[in-house]
C-alpha cells in the first residue's frame, strides 16, 4: 500500500493499534519498588484538594520528605488516577499506554517535518511504538514521569519545527499571528515538561542543536523563543534549587570523575540496547569507572569522539544524521551529568529513543528501497524485513511485560542477568520474606551483601530473617555487622537491643532465673539513645529494660523525658503508669492511665492497669467500670475481671 495514501483516521489507527495491542498484557501488572513510596503509601494524591500545594511544595511528591522532588504535573495525573478508581492498578497503565500511544502520534510528526518520507515516518513512528525499551517506562507506573515529560518534550520539538518551516526568514515576519502560536507552543509545552520533570531542560539545548545546523542565524533573530526558555530554565532551577545543591555539590552520590567516565561508558550500552534490544533488565550489570585507565570506559569514549568526528565532516550531506545523534545524547546529558543512585536506566532511553526511531525508520526505508530496486521479489523482501523486524520487536515487548507481571519475576529477572549487582538480590530478598519464605530470602540478601557489604539494612534484614528461623547466634553477627558499620545510627542499637531482648525473654521461659542477656539488651538500648536521644520509642525500650532489671528510678527518669517528647502517646504514658507503680505511687500511676485511655480510648491494657489502680486507691466504682472496659475491649480480660468483680462484691459483702 502506498504510504501517501494511508491517512486520516486510518494513520491514527495504523499508529495506535500496535502499541495499544503490545501492552495489552500489562494492564494488570502491580505497583513495583519506587511506586511504594510516590503512590501507594503517599497520602498526598488521595485527595485531589491538595492539587495546587503540588506546585508549591516539593515534599508532597512522595510519603516521606527525604523523597522531595519538584513535579506537580505528575502527581496531579496521579491525583486523578487514584480519585478515579483508587488503587486499581488497570486505570494507571491505561494512561501509560494513551500517553505513549499520544508519542508514537508525535514520533511520526516529528519524522514527517524531518525526512519529508511518510513511508520513514510510518516506520520510525512503529519502531518507537514497538520497541522493547519502552516497556520500562509504560509498565513501571512511577516511570509515567519519562512519558509525560517526553509527550510535552517531543511536542515541543514539532511545534518548533512548524515554526522553523513555516515561520519567519525575514525579520519583518517575527510578529506574525502564526509565528505568535508556535512561540506560545513551544513554551507551554516546554512549561509542562518542566512541571512534569527536570530531564526537560534538554529541550532548549535540542532546539539551539537544530538551530545551529540547519538556521544558525535564527540563534540570534529568534531571541523571543529562546529569551523565554531560558526565563522558565531560571525560574525553574530557583523552584528545585535545594534539591539541585544536595545532588551536584552539597552531597552528590559519587564522585564526577566516576560520573563522567561511567556515563561514557553507558552510552555505548544504551546504543547496544536500541540495536539489540534483547538483554533488557531493570538492573544491568553496570560497574562504576573512574578514568580512561578503565579498558571499557576508554574504548567507549574513543568509539564516540569517532562517531562525532564523522558526523561532524558529514554534516553538510547528513545534516539530519547529526542532529539525531546530538539530539540522541542532549537528551541523555541531565542523567548522565547530575549523579543519581542508580547509574544506568532503561527508563532514561525514552526521549533518546524517539532520535534513535527516526534514524533507524529512515534506515530501513532505504534497505526496503534498495530491495525494491533490484526486483519485483526484492520488493516483497523488504516489506517483509520490516515486518519481522516489527512482529520480533512487538513479541519481546510482550515478553518484557509478562516480566513486569510481579516483584518476583521482576527481580529474578535481574538477578539471572545481573549477578553482580546487588540491588535485584535485595529485592528479591524482600519479595521471598514477604511469601514467608525466609530460606530463600537469606540466601538472595547473602548473595546481594556479597557484592556490597556496606548495605546496613541489608544486614538488619537478615538478622531479622535469621530471627524468624531460629538462628539466634547469626542474627546477633548480621544486628553487629550493622552497628559496626554505622555506629552512630541509634535505631541500629535498637534493633540489637531488641533481639538481646528476645533472647532474654526466650530465656526465662526455659528456666527460673533471670537472663544473661538482660544487660547486654540494657547496653544496647543505651548507646541507641546516645544516638537518638529523641526518639521516644528507644527511650520506651530502654526504660522497659530498667524495669525489668528493677531499676525503677531510672526507668521512670527516662520514661519522663519519653513524654516531653511524646506527650499524647498511649503506650508512653501507659509505661509511665507501670514506672509509678513499681514505685508504689498509685495516684501518680492512676493519672498516667487516664491521660493514655484519653488518648485511645480502645486501649484495653491501659484500661485493665486504671482498674488495678483504682481498686487500690479504693475507687471501687471506677474499678468496676475500667474492669469493664478492658473486658469489653479485649476477651483475654473476660475471665480475669470476673474473678476480680466477684472479689470486689465479697469484700463488700463482708464489709457489711
Not at 486510518?10 to 510516590?38: C, E, I, K, M, T
Not at 550493622?482 to 542499637?493: F, H, K, M, S, V
Not at 521516644?536 to 528510678?553: E, K
Request: with cysteine.
Amino acid at each position: 500500500m502506498n504510504a501517501r495514501l494511508i491517512s486520516g483516521w486510518r494513520l491514527w489507527l495504523l499508529l495506535a493499534v500496535p502499541p495499544a495491542l503490545v501492552y495489552g498484557n500489562s494492564l494488570q501488572n502491580p505497583f513495583h519498588y519506587d511506586d511504594a513510596h510516590s503512590i501507594v503509601e503517599n497520602e498526598h494524591i488521595r485527595d485531589v484538594s491538595n492539587i495546587p500545594r503540588f506546585f508549591v511544595d516539593p515534599t508532597l511528591f512522595a510519603s516521606e520528605p527525604r523523597f522531595a522532588m519538584y513535579r506537580p504535573l505528575l502527581l496531579t495525573t496521579f491525583a486523578l488516577n487514584h480519585a478515579l478508581g483508587e488503587y486499581d492498578v488497570v486505570g494507571y497503565h491505561v494512561i501509560a499506554i494513551l500517553l505513549h500511544i499520544g508519542c508514537v502520534f508525535l514520533v511520526h510528526g516529528i519524522a514527517m517535518r524531518l525526512l519529508g518520507d511518510h513511508r520513514s515516518a510510518l516506520v520510525a513512528a512503529l519502531v518507537f511504538g514497538l520497541h522493547p525499551i519502552a516497556s520500562e517506562p509504560v509498565n513501571y507506573i512511577s516511570s509515567r514521569s519519562e512519558l509525560l515529560v517526553a509527550l510535552f518534550f517531543l511536542a515541543g520539538i514539532g511545534a518548533f519545527l512548524v515554526r522553523r518551516q513555516t515561520g519567519p526568514s525575514r525579520e519583518s515576519q517575527v510578529d506574525s499571528v502564526s509565528d505568535a502560536k508556535t512561540l506560545c507552543l513551544v513554551l507551554i509545552a516546554y512549561g509542562a515538561a518542566l512541571l512534569t520533570k527536570a530531564t526537560a531542560v534538554a529541550l532548549p539545548a535540542t532546539l539551539l542543536v537544530y538551530d545551529a545546523i540547519f538556521h544558525h542565524r535564527m540563534i540570534r533573530r529568534d531571541h523571543k523563543l529562546y529569551a523565554g526558555m531560558a526565563l522558565m530554565s531560571g525560574l525553574y532551577l530557583w523552584m528545585i534549587l535545594g534539591q539541585f545543591h544536595k545532588a551536584t555539590v552539597g552531597a552528590p552520590v559519587r564522585e564526577y570523575g566516576e560520573q563522567l567516565w561511567s556515563q561514557v561508558k553507558a552510552v555505548v550500552l544504551y546504543a547496544q540496547l536500541l540495536l539489540v534490544p534483547t538483554k533488557l533488565s531493570v538492573d544491568h550489570q553496570f560497574l562504576i569507572s573512574d578514568s580512561l585507565i578503565d579498558p571499557f570506559a576508554a574504548i567507549s569514549f574513543l568509539l564516540l569522539v569517532t562517531i562525532m568526528a564523522i558526523g561532524w565532516r558529514a554534516r553538510g550531506k547528513g545534516r539530519i544524521h547529526l542532529f539525531l545523534v546530538l539530539w540522541f545524547l542532549v537528551a541523555l546529558a541531565p542523567a548522565s551529568l547530575v549523579p543519581l543512585n542508580v547509574l544506568v536506566n532503561e527508563h532514561r532511553l525514552y526521549i533518546p529513543l524517539a532520535a534513535f526511531a527516526i534514524a533507524f525508520g529512515w534506515g530501513l526505508e532505504r534497505l526496503r528501497q534498495a530491495f525494491d530496486a533490484r526486483s519485483n521479489s526484492g520488493r516483497w523482501m523488504g516489506l517483509t524485513t520490516i515486518a519481522g523486524l516489527m512482529l520480533s520487536y512487538g513479541c519481546m515487548t510482550s515478553a518484557r511485560n509478562e516480566v513486569w507481571g510481579s516483584a518476583g519475576t521482576l527481580w529474578q529477572d535481574a538477578a539471572v542477568k545481573a549477578p553482580l549487582m546487588a540491588r535485584p538480590h535485595f529485592f528479591l530478598a524482600e519479595d521471598h520474606a514477604v511469601a514467608e519464605r525466609p530460606d530463600l530470602a537469606i540466601a538472595a540478601y547473602q548473595r546481594g551483601l556479597a557484592s556490597d557489604s556496606t548495605f546496613t539494612t541489608g544486614y538488619v534484614r537478615l538478622g531479622d530473617l535469621y530471627s524468624i528461623t531460629s538462628d539466634l547466634e547469626r542474627a546477633e553477627r548480621a544486628y553487629l555487622k550493622a552497628c559496626d558499620l554505622e555506629p552512630d545510627r541509634g535505631e541500629l542499637w535498637g534493633y540489637l537491643g531488641s533481639h538481646y531482648r528476645e533472647r532474654a525473654i526466650l530465656d526465662e521461659r526455659s528456666f527460673s532465673g533471670p537472663s544473661n542477656w538482660w544487660p547486654r539488651s540494657l547496653e544496647a538500648y543505651e548507646r541507641a539513645v546516645i544516638s537518638k536521644p529523641q526518639d521516644p520509642a528507644l527511650l520506651n525500650n530502654l526504660g522497659n529494660t530498667y524495669q525489668v532489671m528493677g531499676r525503677y528510678d531510672d526507668a521512670l527518669t527516662v520514661r519522663k523525658r519519653a513524654v516531653t517528647i511524646a506527650p499524647h502517646d498511649p503506650e508512653t504514658l501507659f509505661n509511665l503508669g507501670n514506672d509509678y507503680r513499681y514505685l508504689q505511687n498509685p495516684v501518680a500511676a492512676k493519672a498516667a492511665y487516664e491521660r493514655s485511655v484519653s488518648a485511645v480510648p480502645d486501649y484495653a491494657h491501659a484500661w485493665f492497669s486504671l482498674g488495678l489502680v483504682r481498686q487500690e486507691t479504693a475507687d471501687t466504682l471506677g474499678a468496676i467500670q475500667a474492669y469493664t472496659h478492658a473486658a469489653q475491649l479485649d476477651r483475654q480480660y473476660a475471665a480475669v475481671v470476673g474473678e476480680r468483680l466477684r472479689s470486689m462484691r465479697a469484700e463488700e459483702g463482708g464489709d457489711e
